[in-house]
C-alpha cells in the first residue's frame, strides 16, 4: 500500500531544504513580494520593482550555481555567503544600469545574462572536484527530471486552489479582492514551485547516496522515436535547400540561419540524451545518429555561414546578427571538439556556451559595443554620402533603419559627432525629436521598411507620421472626438450628452464611404472619392504632412483627419483595404 508523506515529514524535508539553501530561499521569497506588489502598482511606477524582480531571478540562479560550486569544495559558509553577496551585488548592478524603461536590447541581455547563469548551475558542482561523465549526466538528469516535476506539481496545485476560490466565491458568495488569482500564481511558482525544485537537487559529494547513472526507458523511447525522427526530417529539409541554392547559384534566405540553429541545437540536446546508451549493439538508429551528427553539421554550418556573413555585410551587425554569428562559432567550436578529440567530455559544452554567452555581454567584444560600432560606421558612410549625392530611395529607407536602431536603443546623442551642427541645432528645439525629425534635419526623407517607391502595381500606402511624444492635442472648437475604421462599425446609443441634449452616433458602409449617423441626421462621408482625389495619397509611404477633409451639414461642422489609408486602383475604380480616420464633430447652435 502506498504511504502518502506526513505533514512532519513534508516540513521536515522543507526545513531541510531551506538550511540547505538559505540564500536562494529568501531571494524567491523576497522575489514573490516584489512581484505581487507590482501587480499592483500603476503602470509609471513601475520601474523600480521590476528590476528588483529580475535582479531575483539571476541571483536565485547565481547563488544556487555558488552554492553547488562550494558544496562539492567543501568549504566554510561564510566564505560561500560572502562570495554570493558580492556576485549578487555586481548582478544588481548590472540591472540597476538598465534605462528608466528597459529597452529591447536590455532585454535581451537579461535573458543571455539568465541563460549564462543556469548554463552554470549545470557545471557549478564538478569544477573543484575530479569529473566523471556519467556523474555530470546523471546531476543533469535528475536536474531536468525534477525541472518538470515541479512545475507540474505546481499546475495541479495552483489549478485545484484557483478551483476552490473560485466555488467558494460562487457557492457561498464570499467575495475576494481582485487580484487573488495572480497572487496565487506568483506564491505558487514563486514559493512552493522553487522550493519543490530545491529540495530535489542532488548533492555532487554525497558518499551516501553517490550520483550513479540511471537512464529512464521512456527518456530513450522519448527521444529515438520523437526526437530523432524530427531531427532527421529538419536535416532532409536543410540538406535539400543547401544543394537548391547551390545549384542555382542563389542566396540563401535569411531565416534558414535560425533553422540551422535550431536544428543544431535539438540535435546536440538529442546527443546528450541518447550518450549513455549510444554505443549498445541494440540500438543501431541511435549508434548511427550518435556517430555521424557532427559530421552531418559541417556542411549546415558552411550554410548558416554563408547566410549570416552576407547579411553582416549587407546592413551590419545587430544584436540578432551578432548573436546568430556567436552561435556559429561556437557550433564550429563543439564540432571540432567532438571530432578531433579522442575522449570528449560533455561538461565542454555548457562551458563553453556559458563562457561565449559572458563574453558577449560586456567589453568591446560585446553584442552591444560592436552592433553600436556598426552601426555608427554605416551611419557615418551615409552622412558623407549626403554632402557628395542624392541618396536613392532604398539608400534613404536603410538610413532611416539605421537611425531607428540607435535613437531606441542609444539615445540621439550618439549621432550628433557624425552630423556636425544639423543634429545640434535639432536637440535644442527638441529632447527627444522622432526618426522622422532626424532624417529631416539631416536632409532626406524618412522612409519605414514598408515604404514603396512606387505603384507599379496600381496599388497605394499612406501613414500619417505623428511624434508620439505629442500626446496632448488642441481640439478646441470641437464638441466630440472619435475614430473610425473600414470593416468596424461604430455604434455608440446614448454614448455623449452635451447641453442636456443626448447623442447617439453610429456609421452605416456605403460604396462612397460612409453614412455617418448622428440621431436622426444622416451625414454622408465620401471617404472614396476624396482618396481616390487627392495626390498625396500616393506617395507610398510615410508622411508628417497631415490630410484633412471638411464637411459641413446643417447642424454639424465635421473634421476628418486621415490617419493611415491603403488599397489599390484598377481601372480608373478605387478599392479602399483599409483607413483610420480621426473624426472630430462640432454642434451648430
Request: glycine share 4%.
Amino acid at each position: 500500500m502506498a504511504k502518502f508523506p506526513s505533514l512532519q515529514n513534508v516540513l521536515q524535508a522543507a526545513l531541510k531544504t531551506i538550511s540547505r539553501f538559505p540564500l536562494e530561499t529568501i531571494t524567491t521569497i523576497f522575489g514573490t513580494i516584489v512581484a505581487i506588489i507590482l501587480s499592483e502598482q500603476e503602470y509609471n511606477s513601475q520601474n523600480i520593482y521590476e528590476k528588483m524582480l529580475l535582479c531575483c531571478t539571476l541571483c536565485l540562479v547565481l547563488f544556487l550555481s555558488v552554492s553547488l560550486y562550494f558544496a562539492a569544495a567543501e568549504k566554510k559558509n561564510w566564505v560561500r555567503y560572502s562570495i554570493s553577496i558580492l556576485l549578487g551585488g555586481i548582478v544588481t548592478a548590472f540591472v540597476f544600469n538598465f534605462s528608466k524603461s528597459i529597452t529591447y536590447i536590455e532585454t535581451l541581455q537579461f535573458l543571455v545574462l539568465n541563460i549564462a547563469l543556469h548554463l552554470l548551475v549545470s557545471f557549478a558542482g564538478f569544477i573543484p572536484k575530479t569529473y566523471h561523465q556519467d556523474e555530470f549526466w546523471e546531476f543533469n538528469k535528475q536536474l531536468f527530471l525534477r525541472i518538470l516535476t515541479a512545475g507540474l506539481y505546481s499546475v495541479v496545485l495552483y489549478s485545484g486552489l484557483a478551483l476552490a476560490i473560485l466555488a467558494v466565491d460562487n457557492l457561498f458568495n464570499v467575495e475576494f479582492y481582485r487580484n487573488i488569482y495572480i497572487h496565487l500564481f506568483f506564491i505558487i511558482a514563486g514559493v512552493f514551485n522553487t522550493i519543490f525544485f530545491l529540495a530535489g537537487v542532488p548533492e555532487t559529494n554525497n558518499k551516501e547516496i553517490p550520483l550513479t547513472l540511471s537512464y529512464p526507458k521512456g527518456l530513450k523511447n522519448f527521444t529515438q522515436y520523437v526526437l530523432l525522427p524530427l531531427i532527421s526530417l529538419y536535416l532532409a529539409i536543410l540538406i535539400c535547400y543547401e544543394a537548391k541554392i547551390l545549384i542555382k547559384l542563389s542566396l540563401p534566405a535569411g531565416w534558414v540561419s535560425y533553422l540551422v540553429l535550431v536544428f543544431a541545437i535539438f540535435g546536440i540536446l538529442s546527443f546528450l540524451l541518447i550518450l549513455p546508451i549510444a554505443k549498445e549493439t541494440g540500438n543501431l538508429w541511435i549508434r548511427t545518429f550518435n556517430r555521424w551528427f557532427y559530421y552531418l553539421l559541417i556542411p549546415l554550418l558552411g550554410l548558416l555561414f554563408w547566410a549570416i556573413l552576407y547579411r553582416v555585410h549587407l546592413y551590419g551587425f545587430t544584436h540578432e546578427r551578432y548573436y546568430v554569428l556567436l552561435l556559429a562559432i561556437w557550433l564550429s567550436i563543439i564540432v571540432g571538439y567532438f571530432l578531433i578529440w579522442k575522449q570528449p567530455k560533455i561538461k565542454f559544452i555548457p562551458i563553453s556556451m556559458c563562457i561565449a554567452a559572458l563574453l558577449s555581454l560586456v567589453g568591446p567584444q560585446s553584442a552591444n559595443t560592436v552592433s553600436r560600432n556598426s552601426q555608427l560606421s554605416r551611419f557615418e558612410t551615409y552622412i558623407k554620402q549626403i554632402e557628395k549625392e542624392k541618396l536613392t530611395f532604398k539608400q534613404e529607407q536603410d538610413l532611416s533603419s539605421i537611425v531607428d536602431f540607435l535613437k531606441d536603443n542609444y539615445s540621439v546623442t550618439v549621432l550628433v559627432p557624425y552630423t556636425k551642427n544639423k543634429l545640434s541645432n535639432l536637440l535644442k528645439k527638441e529632447k527627444t525629436p522622432s526618426s522622422y525629425q532626424i532624417m529631416e534635419a539631416l536632409g532626406v526623407q524618412y522612409q519605414n521598411k514598408y515604404d514603396r517607391k512606387e505603384k507599379n502595381d496600381g496599388s497605394f500606402y499612406y501613414y500619417y507620421y505623428q511624434d508620439q511624444s505629442q500626446s496632448v492635442e488642441d481640439i478646441h472648437g470641437y464638441d466630440m472626438s472619435l475614430l473610425i475604421w473600414n470593416n468596424d462599425k461604430l455604434k455608440c446609443d446614448g454614448c455623449i450628452k452635451i447641453d442636456n441634449i443626448t447623442y447617439s452616433i453610429n456609421t452605416v458602409e456605403k460604396e462612397y464611404g460612409l453614412d455617418l449617423n448622428i440621431n436622426q441626421d444622416i451625414i454622408p462621408l465620401k471617404i472614396t472619392n476624396f482618396i481616390d482625389n487627392n495626390p498625396l495619397f500616393y506617395k507610398n509611404g510615410s508622411s508628417k504632412e497631415k490630410i484633412i477633409q471638411k464637411i459641413e451639414s446643417p447642424k454639424y461642422s465635421i473634421l476628418l483627419t486621415y490617419l493611415s489609408a491603403n488599397g489599390n486602383k484598377k481601372e480608373q475604380k478605387l478599392t479602399l483595404n483599409n483607413y483610420q480616420i480621426k473624426v472630430m464633430i462640432k454642434v451648430k447652435n
